[in-house]
């Protein structure tokens, strides 16, 4: 998205995401390459803009359940 956002061409975008359960917190490892005619510069503008993005926010909060479930 934030590639095509930019107008900027590539070949291929891998992204590789490890989940680590640990008793106290969820730790996510990922490694993203971007394999294509771009230069250093935009490939650091486009991974900075991806450390920005709306899910990276959300999952970087703490969350919290609220169960509404009603039985009758």
Do not use: H, W
Request: glycine content about 2%.
């Amino acid at each position: 998205m934030v590639l095509n956002s930019m107008n900027l061409a590539y070949e291929t975008v891998i992204v590789q995401v490890e989940l680590d359960r640990r008793p106290d917190k969820s730790i996510f490892i990922y490694q993203i390459d971007i394999e294509g005619q771009l230069d250093e510069k935009s490939k650091r503008t486009v991974l900075k803009k991806v450390m920005n993005c709306p899910v990276r926010k959300t999952l970087s909060k703490q969350l919290e359940f609220i169960d509404q479930t009603r039985i009758p």
